[in-house]
């Protein structure tokens, strides 16, 4: 008997191309539960939730840091501010830090929701939106962010890229196909 030749890679998206199902995809059972990847991914958008909110904890906490932040570059750029100037453009920060990070936190929470029903387009927007956010951390924060800011951004960002990989693993993939075909 010959031996069977499987042209397809352990990360490839089908299967070996034999019509047949490979044991170590996930299959729909009774009753229909996630797969692990997709359970991780959800978790990880959860938690990555949780660091948004710490996010905005992180902010009020480090206040005096980004005041003096603020001072610095008023000194260096040799600008004429007050000190109620500087208390404004704080408030600004802040309130835009605040904004954003709640924006994100509800993001981050209804991506996993649609995630955990399998939703095709939660995957899409996730993996649309990772780049966006490494584009923000290598663009603005990178050059202004003290070590506990950068920490907190590098972790969020490390969450997220794990939960895009975990969202394109094959079993995800077969439970989203499964999730999005009619059934009679």
Not at 116 to 132: E, M, N
Not at 176 to 182: D, G, H, L, S, V
Request: aromatic share 10%; net charge positive; hydrophobic share 50%.
């Amino acid at each position: 008997m010959a031996r069977q030749i499987r042209w397809r890679g352990v990360l490839s998206p089908d299967g070996a191309g034999d019509g047949r199902p490979e044991e170590h995809t996930w299959q729909p059972g009774k009753p229909l539960v996630p797969p692990r990847s997709i359970v991780e991914s959800v978790r990880l958008m959860q938690f990555g939730a949780f660091l948004e909110v710490c996010e905005v904890l992180r902010g009020f906490l480090t206040r005096a840091e980004l005041r003096d932040a603020i001072r610095r570059e008023v000194v260096v750029g040799k600008l004429p501010a007050t000190d109620a100037d500087i208390e404004g453009v704080l408030r600004f920060t802040l309130g835009l830090t605040t904004i954003v990070a709640v924006a994100a936190c509800v993001i981050w929470l209804a991506l996993a929701r649609a995630t955990a029903r399998g939703s095709r387009w939660a995957r899409i927007i996730a993996s649309v939106l990772l780049p966006v956010y490494v584009g923000l951390f290598a663009g603005a924060l990178l050059p202004t962010a003290g070590k506990f800011a950068f920490t907190l951004a590098f972790a969020i960002l490390f969450v997220g890229a794990w939960a895009v990989v975990r969202l394109w693993h094959r079993d995800s993939s077969a439970y989203i196909r499964y999730q999005n075909t009619p059934r009679d």
